[in-house]
């Protein structure tokens, strides 16, 4: 009997060591440091340098700031000056903790080999940095433990729930995903007459939130508007921001969201289900579904997100809580489509992004390497290391390089328009932002009224740094529509330098620039409107495109049809994506500001170019998604005195 005990011990002791050394590798492959790298000017790196000076400058988020991401966003960023590193240090430490200890705690309890080609695709696969690649993995097996005993695991439970919270004031997605995670927790709680663990559990998660909220510098007051805020944005961002995915890797990945839906069915059909079971199944397809949403809706390189995830969520169901009451059949019927959903995701990785497969393969040795060195530089303190903006003589390049408007600014407050803030950031000026601080994502009438009502205010800068600038081969004059006639009225040009105008704030504001209705007519797609010929008025345009319930429908499960506005000018027709919510307030499409050039030539009162006509095209594919009729209504606006 003592050699049969000692046997025993033998073998747990064995697979206990195997187990600490997958954690090790989990732990150094997933490992994120955010802010590694310098800031530069471009699109998403500005916002990102932005999140940072936002908290070293106290701005509350939901009044100064409307963004998706929380006061703890900058936690999940690839760039900074090097600002924050204590905070980025301790919380890369603890959050790859969390991702080991969910990847090595799923891939136990998954049954048979496929735990091995779970943990080969986390290590190799989804290594590709940043909290998004990992997120839902943790989320996903802290519900496991919120399911459960939370009162026989008191420790592992407010372990979890504390990083549900973390996750929560980082990125606006993650505080709906967990949202809905803490709400079925609670349901299944309530389901097995768990109350007591219910309330503490709940209760602990809104405390902490609230907690962290208040540490990170914020008022209790701006958290209900940055929740409005941040829902406004999510809730346009299919229709403002919708990339249509590669036809084969579209293809691809809906064959193998389809193969995970089916393993579902398997999972139901043929396993016993109990409440926690049913409340992991649930939790486990929203995440899918969000993972879906934003890898597929700007299917750029936000796909392979959903495409390394989605092998991931199999974890769930190989688990044992499902294979232990299911039948031998179902089991192969559920590997089978697992190593399919794995060959297909693999194939759709290569299709989206040629050789990003292989890459990752061969350079993960390397990976691990880099890794460990950032990981013994943290520890150890050599943040000089690990932060490039912190090595002396570090390139941070003042770019872009503005002499000129250092000089004009001074110490007085500026404001960025379009989205390269990082040129404010850069040259040292004071930086006081517009709420929804990228023109591009002020893209519903709501989100307009917020940069237009901060304008009109005292809060106003007293210089903008301006670009006519937009992403996505968009009409420029969408971006920030509303706001740009206002600049226009009450700022004046007095320099230029790169890229920049520098705008000066004029003596007299103007708030309430009338605009006199001219024209009201409903259109159908491809069908012209002639304009009036422009003069020294601006002309705005306001447009009105109805959805219909099965655009509605379709624009939830996948996205909106991309539109087209066709603008004819001196006889010659140029084609620009429109984005109908940003034109319902109203945009200038006469003149046509297209440049900086166009806008100087404005000021100057130099000819500029008027457009003649407008259609609007729709995609072929847009299947009833859109009401044919579009209502246009005509405003002229008159601008006096600009000045230069």
């Known amino acids: 009997m003592s050699n049969q005990k000692t046997a025993a011990r033998s073998v747990n002791g064995k697979y206990s060591s195997i187990w600490a050394f997958c954690f090790v590798l989990a732990y150094v492959s997933s490992f994120f440091l955010s802010g590694v790298s310098v800031p530069s000017p471009n699109l998403d790196r500005s916002y990102q340098a932005v999140l940072e000076y936002a908290v070293t400058h106290n701005f509350q988020f939901g009044r100064d700031i409307v963004f998706t991401f929380g006061p703890l966003g900058f936690l999940n960023t690839t760039v900074s000056q090097g600002l924050l590193p204590v905070q980025r240090v301790l919380f890369a430490l603890l959050w790859s903790g969390m991702v080991a200890w969910s990847a090595t705690g799923l891939a136990r309890q ?83 007459r768990n109350i007591k663990s219910f309330f503490v559990f709940v209760t602990f998660y809104g405390a902490v939130l609230f907690v962290l909220w208040l540490l990170a510098g914020q008022h209790l007051e701006n958290f209900w508007p940055w929740l409005r805020g941040s829902f406004e944005i999510v809730g346009g961002y299919a229709d403002a921001m919708t990339i249509f995915p590669k036809e084969n890797v579209l293809a691809f990945c809906s064959v193998a969201g389809a193969m995970f839906l089916a393993s579902l069915l398997v999972v139901i059909k043929s396993s016993r289900l109990s409440f926690s079971s049913v409340g992991i199944l649930m939790v486990t397809s929203v995440y899918m579904f969000l993972s879906w949403k934003s890898g597929i809706v700007r299917a750029d390189g936000h ?41 297909l995701c693999n194939w759709s990785a290569d299709l989206q992004d040629p050789g990003t497969m292989l890459t990752s393969l061969v350079g993960w040795p390397r990976h691990m390497m880099g890794n460990s060195r950032l990981i013994m530089n943290s520890v150890t303190g050599n943040w000089d290391n690990c932060f490039e903006a912190l090595r002396e003589n570090s390139h941070m390049g003042r770019v872009p390089d503005l002499p000129i408007a250092r000089a004009i600014v001074g110490k007085a407050s500026v404001d960025v328009i379009n989205y390269s803030q990082w040129a404010a950031l850069t040259n ?37 740094l301006f670009t006519m600038e937009t992403i996505d081969d968009r009409f420029p004059a969408l971006d920030d529509a509303p706001l740009l006639p206002f600049i226009l009225s009450n700022y004046t040009l007095v320099a230029k330098e790169g890229d920049f105008l520098v705008m000066k704030e004029s003596q007299i504001i103007a708030d309430n ?53 066709n603008t004819k000018t001196n006889g010659k027709m140029v084609k620009y994506r429109f984005i109908p919510a940003m034109a319902e307030s109203g945009f200038i499409i006469s003149p046509l500001l297209l440049t900086n050039s166009d806008v100087m030539h404005y000021y100057d009162g130099a000819k500029v170019n008027c457009a003649e006509s407008i259609s609007f095209s729709k995609p072929g594919f847009s299947l009833g998604q859109l009401s044919n009729s579009i209502t246009v209504r005509l405003l002229k606006q008159i601008i006096s005195d600009k000045g230069v």
């Open 513 to 565: 620039v009338k605009q006199t209705l001219i024209h009201k007519q409903t259109i159908a797609f491809g069908e012209s409107l002639n304009l009036p010929v422009c003069n020294n008025a601006l002309l705005i345009m306001q447009v009105e495109v109805k959805t219909t319930l099965l655009g509605r429908v379709i624009k939830f499960l996948f996205q909106s049809p991309v539109l087209t506005l």
């Open 428 to 464: 040292n000026l004071n930086y006081r932002p517009r709420p929804v601080i990228q023109g591009y994502t002020a893209y519903t009438p709501n989100l307009q009224d917020l940069n237009l009502s901060f304008y009109r205010s005292e809060k106003r800068p007293q210089y903008l």
């Open 303 to 343: 796909v392979i997100g959903f495409i390394f995830f989605l092998p991931l969520a199999y974890s769930v169901l190989l688990n044992e809580t499902f294979q232990k009451t299911m039948y031998r059949k179902p089991r192969l019927y559920l590997a089978t489509l697992f190593m399919g959903t794995v060959l």
């Open 110 to 192: 998954v049954q048979g080999p496929m735990r091995y080609v779970f943990l080969v695709w986390f290590l190799v696969y989804s290594n590709s940095g940043g909290l998004g690649q990992h997120a839902y993995l943790v989320m996903a097996y802290g519900c496991l433990v919120l399911m459960g005993e939370v009162q026989m695991h008191k420790g592992t439970t407010a372990t979890f729930l504390i990083t549900f919270a973390l996750l929560s004031l980082v990125k606006f997605t993650f505080f709906m995903a967990v949202t809905v995670s803490i709400i079925l927790c609670a349901l299944v709680h309530i389901g097995k």
